[in-house]
């Protein structure tokens, strides 16, 4: 069945209906493409007065270009991708050449390639539901829109919302496409045909689409004032963006300014140029490797078989400090009943208090004096000091107090979730849950599958870790799991590399500049001086050689400088939220411990702090700490601030290798 249908709506006019079998969007392939061209002819052979451009699908209008083909197709040639850019909007423009007036109703998404087309139809018109946005987001692919959209949107709403819609890649409701002028109306969903025979009708009357027609071929009638210095403002608002790769926006902004001038002919020119030299660059590489990795993640879910998943209502948190309090913050806002316990109760009372306050859904954490309160939770998990002593006494504990039916999770970093498990009385009940820290922006948790963890209880922290809105990778028990196993040993080398008489900031720089999002020394002091060096000890014992006895964090630790969390570790803070400040007493405290010099620059930095990285990674795949060496990419990145932009460190290292990427990403 054609993915085009078109069907009678009024004696003249038709609704053209996207709707590809058996998929929940509709998106750009060859084939949809081929039905569209089609029932284009169809239309030409005998025009009606209008046509209402719908969507089957209740979700998705358009979800864009088809993004399979496209990562299978990232050697392509020029000339292959010009004709990839030309058959497309040769295929769309037809709209803007019907005699008939077209209307694309929208209702649910219509992006990227979607916003396109409907950009060819004369008036755009959409549902007011939450679920209804607009927006060309091929920037956050390393891409740049390349049927037509970044030359007929700024001939439609002036080029500076335009080149701050497509640089930006985000999406907007319809109340603001209707007040940018991107739709005519925004009307109920139900409302749709309707409102579009209304607008058909009128434009049948008064041919007004004629001269937008014409305008939309010009060159770009509403421009800034002072261009130079819009070009700059953007400029600087690309730079400023963390959250996307600024080479594409950068490209884009300049085809825009430069060809605003011209007619829409030349512009197309322009954009299919740009779009060239961005396609299969090292950015859209990895950030096509990284969209997969994504989409791949959102689908994880436990699997619970028949019996369907267990009922958990009540969560148990042991240990309100660093790590406790953050979790709890997420697990409240899942909706769940919280109690909280803590051996140091002064901690204990505060950290309620604050979480009540300020957490959603706060009034539903409960205070708890004892273990022995937890006896109704259907879940508990526990986040004391990373020791394995203390650990195993906690659940031998708790253990007297819960049943056998209630389950069990330790947020350890390092411990092997089957040791401390020797403690639980029911140990196919325990699974590790490793949160990353800072809680908030790392989207990663590690669900750790012990030797004898059940399935069940597997699956049940894999949906715990989804209704938390994190993503879960299940990874097996080997120390350090996978992000630990990834960072400390490049931890591991900044310290060795601060004994080579390399600066706190020098060692930091290159690993900022690379994309992580602090460097190595930066990072410890968020974790914490101490939790690093009990990692590290962990290390020693259970993998030995993966990293080296280094003095360095014992000094601290000794001096009390653990970090954010006391005001100073390898940098010095005003307050746990404030940035880091050089500390000049740090030489000093090095002073004793310095071997031979390094002469190193950046790159050489950057390099040493990489390699054992990718060594890492490599083992964690050797070992079989997980089965896909995509888990080991989406940890890198999720759990190690690895940027995105280079699709996971295991990734980068191929294409390094296979001489696609580069250490400095091309500008
Ligand atoms: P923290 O020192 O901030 O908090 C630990 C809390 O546990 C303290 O409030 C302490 O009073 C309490 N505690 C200690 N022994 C207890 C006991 N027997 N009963 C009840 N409470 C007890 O440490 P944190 O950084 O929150 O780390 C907690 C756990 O999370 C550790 O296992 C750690 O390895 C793990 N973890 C830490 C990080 C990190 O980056 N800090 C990341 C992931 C996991």
Redesign the pocket.
């Known amino acids: 069945m054609s993915s085009v249908q078109l069907s009678q709506h009024r004696d003249d006019i038709i609704l053209m209906t996207l709707d590809m079998s058996g998929k929940s969007a509709n998106v750009l392939t060859d084939q949809v493409y081929a039905d569209l061209d089609s029932a284009l002819d169809e239309l030409e052979s005998s025009p009606p007065a209008g046509v209402i451009l719908l969507s089957a699908k209740p979700a998705i209008y358009v979800a864009g270009a088809d993004l399979v083909k496209i990562s299978g197709a990232l050697d392509w040639s020029d000339e292959q991708i010009h004709q990839f850019c030309d058959d497309g909007r040769t295929i769309m423009s037809r709209f803007s050449r019907l005699p008939s007036v077209s209307v694309a109703a929208v209702h649910g998404v219509c992006v990227g390639g979607g916003m396109e087309l409907s950009l060819w139809c004369d008036h755009r018109i959409c549902a007011d539901d939450r679920r209804t946005l607009f927006g060309l987001p091929e920037v956050k692919l390393g891409l740049i829109p390349g049927w037509a959209g970044t030359v007929r949107l700024p001939r439609l709403i002036g080029l500076e919302p335009a080149a701050d819609l497509v640089t930006s890649g985000r999406l907007i409701s319809g109340a603001d496409c209707l007040e940018l002028g991107i739709v005519t109306r925004v009307v109920a969903r139900d409302q749709l045909i309707e409102e579009s025979t209304r607008i058909i009708d009128a434009e049948v009357a008064a041919g007004e689409f004629r001269r937008q027609r014409e305008k939309l071929l010009g060159p770009v009638t509403e421009l800034p004032v002072d261009m130079e210095r819009f070009r700059t403002g953007q400029q600087a608002r690309i730079d400023a963006n963390p959250e996307i790769d600024p080479v594409a926006p950068t490209r884009v902004l300049t085809h825009m300014c430069d060809s605003a001038s011209l007619p829409a002919a030349a512009a197309y020119t322009s954009e299919m140029q740009v779009f060239a030299r961005v396609w299969g660059s090292p950015q859209n590489r990895g950030l096509l490797h990284w969209f997969f990795l994504e989409e791949r993640a959102k689908k994880t879910r436990g699997d619970f078989g028949d019996a369907g998943p267990p009922v958990i209502e009540t969560i148990g948190i ?7 309090c953050q979790i709890a913050r997420l697990v409240l806002a899942a909706g769940y009943q919280v109690l909280m ?4 109760r002064q ?1 204990l009372v505060r950290s309620v208090r604050e979480l009540s306050e300020s957490a959603k859904n706060g009034e539903r954490l409960q205070l708890v004096d004892s273990i022995e309160a937890f006896g109704p939770c259907d879940l508990v998990l526990e ?4 020791k394995l002593k ?2 195993q ?2 659940f031998e504990r708790l253990c007297a107090v819960v049943g056998p039916e209630t389950f069990l999770a ?5 411990i092997p979730v089957s040791d401390i498990a020797q403690a639980v009385t029911h140990p196919s009940r325990l699974v590790g849950m ?4 800072p809680v908030e922006p790392l989207r990663l948790v590690e669900v750790i599958a012990g030797n004898q963890s059940s399935p069940v209880i597997t699956s049940v922290a894999v949906d715990l870790v989804k209704a938390m809105r994190k993503t879960p990778v299940v990874v097996a028990d080997q120390p350090g799991f996978v992000v630990n196993r990834l960072l400390c040993p490049m931890l591991n080398r900044a310290l060795d590399l601060l004994q080579n008489n390399i600066g706190v900031s020098q060692i930091d720089e290159p690993m900022r500049e690379f994309g992580f999002s602090v460097g190595p020394l930066e990072m410890i002091d ?3 001086v101490d ?1 690093i060096m ?2 590290g000890e962990t290390f020693l014992r259970t993998m030995p050689g993966l990293i080296s006895l280094n003095p360095v964090l014992p000094v601290l630790v000794k001096r009390g400088r653990l970090g954010r ?1 006391t005001g100073s570790g390898f940098y010095c803070y005003e307050s746990f939220d404030s940035p880091p400040e050089v500390d000049p007493d740090f030489e000093s405290i090095m002073a004793n411990y310095q071997k031979e010099p390094l002469a190193a620059n950046s790159d050489e930095i950057l390099a040493q702090l990489l390699d054992p990285m990718v060594t890492a990674a490599r083992g964690v795949m050797t070992d079989g700490v997980v089965a896909d060496r995509r888990d080991v990419d989406i940890c890198s990145v999720l759990g190690t601030t690895f940027p995105a932009v280079r699709g996971g460190i295991l990734y980068w290292a191929d294409e390094l290798r296979a001489g696609q990427s580069t250490g400095a990403m091309p500008s």
């Open positions: 042991i240990g309100a400090g660093l790590m406790g316990f803590d051996a140091d901690k986040s004391i000091v990373e203390i650990k006494q906690l330790t947020n350890t970093s390092t490793h949160f990353c820290l968020f974790i914490g939790t009990y990692a969390k």
